[in-house]
């Protein structure tokens, strides 16, 4: 049986994850108005990845025997000032969300939940590896800056990228 303290912080992190997905979509919505259908694929797939990681966090608390909250979301920003601004975002959240994971796993052993400490740890190595790839996409638009031939082969990678990731399902 899960823990009160433990099922709060779940339930957060259940909030985070999905708002995640939420404004991942809004960021691809809004690159796929650009013109940026690559950057847009990678982004769809990415806030599908998100609502993967609530899923795998709902799934968690109800085979704990514990209540799984389904959030109400914040609606997202509509319109973003660039492309660069919407990695810059991106990896300020995903270190926003890694601070809260490991408030989790900080919790859970201050409260001895060796099961969701295990559990949790897959999330740990899925924020190491998000926040290197949204840096090493960053490092690329930076070395771009403006040049529009530069940016024409960045989205083509990306959607290559996508094409080369497990399906979420998979993972
Ligand atoms: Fe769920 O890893 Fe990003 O936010």
Redesign the pocket.
Known sequence: MLKAKIEKALNKQVE??AS??QF?LSMASWTESQGLTGTSTFLYH?SE??RG??LKLVKFINERGGKPVIPALVKPPETFNSIKSVFESLLE??LN?TDSINNVVDLCLSEKDYTTHNFMQW?VS??LE?EALARTILDKLKMIGNDKGGLYMFDRDLELMVQQMPNETQK
């Open positions: 985070l994850e995640s997905s991942y990415h990845e998100e990681h609530m959240h995903e969300v999330y899925e924020q998000e």
